[in-house]
């Protein structure tokens, strides 16, 4: 796996990279700002980038729009944008052209190095990763007489998980239940959403953050 | 009983006119002091020595101005102080308000000099010549009284006399001064206050700009925590995590690259500790609590590159975030002689005047010290301007090159 690391701050961008060599992954360039990123990008063409949110000039939202133009300008690089903290309009601004190959994690999640690695390989395939504190809010924002409301604890969880990006067998093993179990959920869940079950996950998500969108 | 009431009134009156009057003939005395100051600076213009002088014409007029002001103030309606003084003499001179205090100081330097001292003339006088038949053969017999008295006084009866004239003085004291009292006032009650209409919502403009100038700075200042916190402490936190975990996944691999994963993850820690300790420093140096102003002032100048002589004479305390402006302003200052200067020395001189904390930076350095040119000298500016100070910085090419900050002291 190919991989570009965007992220101004030196000893985490030298950090992620020795992190994921370690790892038999493949860093084939870092860079400190979005111009020496979006150029990387272009003479690498990388699998996976990894991008932090705030970089120079401004430090507010410069890795998210590095992002969408390095999307635009290769079509199926897969995305996955660390951030320090939480915002609502980051997720929203980069999950808006479609949620296939994109992730947005906070920063501490490296830590993790198993989960982390685990969320870089579902980018990298097409899949999702969204991080559960954003999750966490975008439910924790739903008005009350939205079909959330209606939802058991358990498919709630099971929601959770979806919106973060993983699979049936992940959320089965994360919930300790079977497949079959998680199966049932998740229908029960599009049920009460109005929702079309469908397996593919960067569909799901897109729709569990619709529909949570405009429930807001 | 009524009489008695009246008469007590009188006096009340009457003494606390005599304070007036009192209080009026040092300022007087200060203003004629600061008149004289005035009249060398001008015949030395005329001579081409005084011009440097200028400036402190209008210094000293103000703090006089200043000192009838709050005397005034204190005696009855305020009268509102005027914005800080232009930063260069030409300006200064076409300022409204300053010509006003010129004005004020040449009348109050002169006639009220002269109302002064008849006003408290008239009461020694009562008190001399009442008192003349106890003690008027201490004097050689001759053509002398006390006081206005030219005459001859022989024996007991005349003194008898002047102790009657005293008590005619005494009855002109008590009628007039308070009158005069209001006299000597008047043209510091008319010249000092804002001219009409216009100055005053000049005055009410410039401090609601100054208000919004402070929430500004403290709006940019929140800004510069948050971000150092995010960009430097939480990236520096982040960066420790991901060495912990990549050591933790290296610790069954290959346990030497471990040990040298860990070496790193260490030094971040103390990365991560230094900037968290310049960041604390920057929202409220901690040195100020503990050492004060002046403590404070030595430990910048200790660490500075140049050697920095600093002489710290402020009595009392100022409020915190004032202080804590003096001190950043300084630290700044020193950080620009250092980088930018070539200055083999530099002063730094506090003191504190009224409610005035006056705060100059010299250095011998190269001078030409650009505003625009990105060394934090209008930030400087601004956060001095948010605390309605006054930031003047003057640097020839060539140099030397002074910085001087006025701040009131809010306490």
Not at chain 1, 22 to 45: H, I, M
Not at chain 1, 68 to 79: F, H, K, M
Request: one cysteine or more.
């Amino acid at each position: 796996m190919r991989i570009v690391i965007a992220e101004d701050d030196a000893l985490l961008r030298e950090g992620l990279a020795l992190l994921l060599r370690a790892e038999g992954l493949d860093v084939v360039a870092t860079a400190d700002e979005p111009g020496s990123f979006l150029d990387a990008v272009s003479s690498f063409r990388p699998d996976v980038a990894i991008v932090d949110v705030r970089m120079p000039p401004t430090h507010t939202d410069e890795g998210i729009v590095a992002a969408v133009e390095a999307r635009r300008r290769q079509p199926g690089l897969a995305v996955l944008v660390l951030s320090a903290y939480v915002e609502q309009a980051f997720a929203t601004d980069l999950l808006a052209h479609g949620s296939a190959g994109l992730g947005y994690l906070l920063k501490e999640r490296v830590g993790r190095v198993e989960e982390f690695l685990s969320a870089l390989h579902r980018v990298a395939s097409g899949g999702t990763a969204v991080d559960p504190e954003v999750v966490g809010q975008l439910l924790a924002r739903t008005r009350p007489d939205s079909g959330v409301s209606r939802l058991s604890p358990r498919e709630r969880d099971v929601l959770t998980l979806m919106a973060e990006g993983l699979g049936n067998t992940a959320i089965a093993e994360k919930l300790v239940i079977t497949e079959g179990a998680v199966h049932k959920h998740i229908r029960s869940i599009f049920a009460k959403l109005g929702l079309a079950p469908d397996d593919r996950a960067d569909r799901r998500v897109t729709a569990v953050l619709r529909f949570l969108q405009a429930s807001r | 009983m009524r009489a008695r009431g009246h008469l007590k009134q009188r006096l009340r009156v009457a003494v606390g006119g005599l304070e007036h009057v009192v209080g009026g003939l040092g300022t007087a005395l200060l203003a004629f002091a600061a008149l004289v100051w005035l009249v060398l600076v001008a015949v030395g213009c005329l001579v081409g020595v005084g011009l440097p002088l200028v400036p402190t014409v209008f210094r000293v007029t103000r703090a006089v101005a200043d000192r009838e002001r709050a005397r005034l103030t204190r005696r009855g309606p305020e009268v509102i102080g005027p914005p800080p003084l232009p930063a260069n003499a030409r300006q200064a001179l076409a300022d409204l308000t300053v010509r006003r205090e010129l004005a004020w100081l040449s009348l109050h330097g002169t006639a009220g000099f002269v109302v002064g001292a008849l006003g408290i003339t008239l009461p020694v006088y009562a008190v001399e010549d009442i008192t003349f038949p106890v003690w008027y053969w201490l004097l050689e017999p001759g053509p002398i009284g006390p006081g206005i008295i030219w005459w001859r006084i022989d024996g007991l009866a005349d003194a008898a006399g002047v102790s009657l004239i005293g008590f005619g003085c005494a009855a002109l004291a008590v009628g007039l001064t308070s009158g005069i009292a209001r006299l000597q006032a008047l043209p510091g009650r008319r010249l000092l206050a804002p001219a009409p209409g216009v100055d005053l919502s000049l005055r009410v403009a410039e401090l609601t700009a100054t208000r919004a100038a402070a929430l500004d700075a403290h709006a940019a200042e929140l800004r510069r925590i948050e971000r150092s916190l995010h960009d430097g402490t939480q990236n520096r936190l982040v960066a420790l995590n991901v060495l912990i975990g990549a050591a933790r996944r290296a610790l069954d691999r290959n346990p030497d690259a471990a040990a040298e994963i860990l070496d790193r993850a260490q030094d971040a820690t103390e990365q991560a500790l230094g900037e968290l300790r310049a960041v604390v420093r920057g929202i409220l140096p901690p040195v100020l609590d503990d050492r004060g102003l002046a403590g404070a002032l030595a430990g910048l100048a200790g660490n500075c590159a140049v050697p920095c002589r600093v002489d710290v004479d402020v009595p009392g305390r100022c409020a915190a975030s004032v202080e804590a402006t003096a001190y950043f302003v300084v630290a700044e200052a020193l950080t620009n002689v250092v980088k930018h200067s070539g200055a083999t020395s530099a002063e730094v001189t506090v003191r504190r005047d009224g409610d005035r904390l006056r705060v100059r930076v010299a250095d011998d350095g190269a001078g030409g010290a650009d505003e625009h040119g990105g060394s934090g000298l209008a930030g400087m500016r601004r956060r001095v301007a948010a605390y309605d100070g006054r930031f003047v910085l003057t640097s020839p090419p060539g140099g030397p090159t002074t910085m001087d900050v006025e701040l009131p002291c809010g306490s």
